[in-house]
């Protein structure tokens, strides 16, 4: 009898592979036997995914940044996918220049579409770079987000980003989003 059942495609990254060589053949009722889906995970691996900063900037870390720190980081983690000013490349995004207001669609970039500057910290934070993401230090994170909001107008060169300082930052759209848990 074999050992194997067949899963949907989208449950197999859920379903470890002990799961699949243990489980009971199909028709097979033993109601004792429980999956086994792996371990339950210890709180200090789990605060490797509790990184969600929010819009008001609680929950960013110690640490700083300036755009001319992040210059150097951008050009060695960042250009070969948004390219050399931030005006993307292939299917990376656009990260500078672009307009909410023109004629035709919009180019979404951080300057024009996003409404907070500490939502820019936590994308470049858990997602960026797309090749290792989470690879980046606080202080890198300080430094590229200072970059990019100096491509975007935002900062001056030399303007010192914490966790003080990033939540003040006014963002030029953060006006044009609606809150939906206002509508009736």
Known sequence: ?????????????????????????????????????????????LADFDLIIAADGTGLPAGSG???????????????????????????????GGSMQSEGPPLRTVGSYWPYATTVFDFIRRAMPADAPKSLSDEEVYQVTAYVLFLNGLVS????????????????????FIDQSRIQ
């Open 66 to 96: 300036t755009a001319d720190l992040g210059e150097t980081i951008y050009r060695s983690r960042c250009q070969a996918c948004h390219g050399e000013n931030a005006e993307g490349r292939g299917s990376a995004a656009a990260l500078a």
């Open 1 to 45: 009898m074999s050992k194997f059942i067949a899963v949907p495609a989208m449950l197999i990254g859920a379903i470890t592979l002990a799961t699949c060589t243990n489980a009971a053949a199909p028709g097979a009722a033993d109601s004792n036997q429980t999956p086994a889906l792996g371990s339950p995970v210890s709180e200090s691996r």
């Open 157 to 176: 060169r030399n303007q010192v980003l914490d966790r003080d300082s990033l939540p003040a930052i006014v963002m030029p759209n953060r006006g044009g």
